[in-house]
């Protein structure tokens, strides 16, 4: 069994900075594509970034391209989403994920983690 931990979310004012972490155990890091999404209450679980097996490609979502910056560890079988000028509107529960293909839709990915609340006060 696969498991993903999400972990640093917190409080923190707008155009502040977080750090999140996602310890994967269970299966060979380096394997799995890992994303991280989000979800505010009342809505839809959406894309944010994602990183390939390597590390060596990158995509984000236009609304947080430039501010947040995702990597890998495989190492140290961790992923890190770092998030600069943090918005009212990036409020959400963040979720890391995992999977053996490159996608942007959560049918994609196959291991989910438990979340981590992120709240950005004005």
């Known amino acids: 069994q696969v498991q993903l931990v999400e972990s640093g979310g917190g409080l923190v004012q707008a155009g502040g900075s977080l750090r999140l972490s996602c310890a994967v155990s269970?299966?060979?890091?380096?394997?799995?594509?890992v994303a991280w999404f989000r979800q505010a209450p009342g809505k839809e679980r959406e894309f944010v970034a994602r990183?390939?097996?390597?590390?060596?490609?990158?995509y984000y979502a236009d609304s947080v391209k430039g501010r947040f910056t995702i990597a890998r560890d495989n190492a140290k079988n961790t992923a890190y989403l770092e998030m600069n000028s943090l918005k009212p509107d990036d409020t959400a529960v963040y979720y890391c994920?995992?999977?053996?293909?490159?996608?942007?839709?959560?049918?994609?990915?196959?291991?989910w983690g438990q979340g981590t609340q992120v709240t950005v006060s004005s």
């Open positions: 994920a995992a999977g053996r293909r490159f996608g942007l839709t959560v049918n994609e990915y196959d291991y």
């Open positions: 269970g299966d060979t890091f380096s394997t799995n594509v």
């Open positions: 990183i390939s097996r390597s590390g060596s490609l990158s």
